[in-house]
């Protein structure tokens, strides 16, 4: 396996990237990281993923989003779609091999946002058609996203010793007035904003037709049925003509857990549906 750490170019700056390559890959996943502390809890859990991935035949690119880890600009929801597919439109010109988008929580509503745009790049005869797209607990509702973050900053401010208590209001009263902070993060309005106002049930999901779609859920217990909440989202993109596989993998959720955590069963589930895309 060949490792490489760059700094590659954005549209908009330079993105802290880690390359791990077979010597000889016959595909390529993008493996697109969580958002903010979500992604420092994901680190080692997505490194595992791919060092794994990578002795399977992949070239796995793993980069920060803009304005977060190394990465420089500030955070931006369309940009971060614009990133993702110059640098798929890019793989795509240098390689020509199938593309697997691995997309954790927050990060599928990019994918979303870059699947058009890679249309538009590539040409109705280029590689967006064959992209195919793996979810992990994919967050597709951005008010629930930014919720969920926000939480984050009230859990911390429990424990701290200051008189005066973060509440969602003062969240809210910051995000007006422009910028708030979300761990050691300063989110802008419009980052805020753009999260919100997306719902999977409003996206154009056109170019969601005929794509092959892997959706695992982990969790901490077993399960025999998926959640009525992935269930809705599950529905949306085969209603959409997707060909969706969607399971539920028992595991540790490496995204929110105190100690840094793998979920070994995870990644055993995502090669087997990439091997099976291979076939």
Sequence with gaps: MIVTTSFIEGVAG???AIERKHPSPTHIVLILQPFFEEMNKSRSMLSTCARRLASNGALCLCYDHAGTGDSTGVPDLSLWAQDLAAIAHKLNLEHGLPQFWLA??????????ALAQVANKDG???????IKLIFCNPVFN???CFAQLARLRLSADLLSE?????????????????TTEI???????KWVEDVESFDL?????RTFSSRSVAWFDILTRP????????????????DAKSDVHAETVLGNQFWATQEITQAPLFICAIERWIARMLE
Excluded: W
């Design 14 to 16: 330079k993105l802290f």
């Design 124 to 130: 109705s005869s280029g590689n967006s058609a064959s």
């Design 183 to 189: 761990a050691g993060y300063s989110l802008h309005k």
């Design 201 to 205: 049930a409003t996206e154009d999901l």
């Design 104 to 113: 954790v929580r927050g990060a599928a509503m990019v994918t979303v946002k």
């Design 223 to 238: 399960a025999d049925d998926l959640t009525p909440l992935t269930a809705k989202g599950v529905q949306l993109l085969r």
């Design 142 to 144: 951005g008010k629930t």
């Design 162 to 178: 200051g008189d005066r208590k973060t509440t969602m209001h003062l969240i809210r009263q910051e995000v007006d007035a422009g």
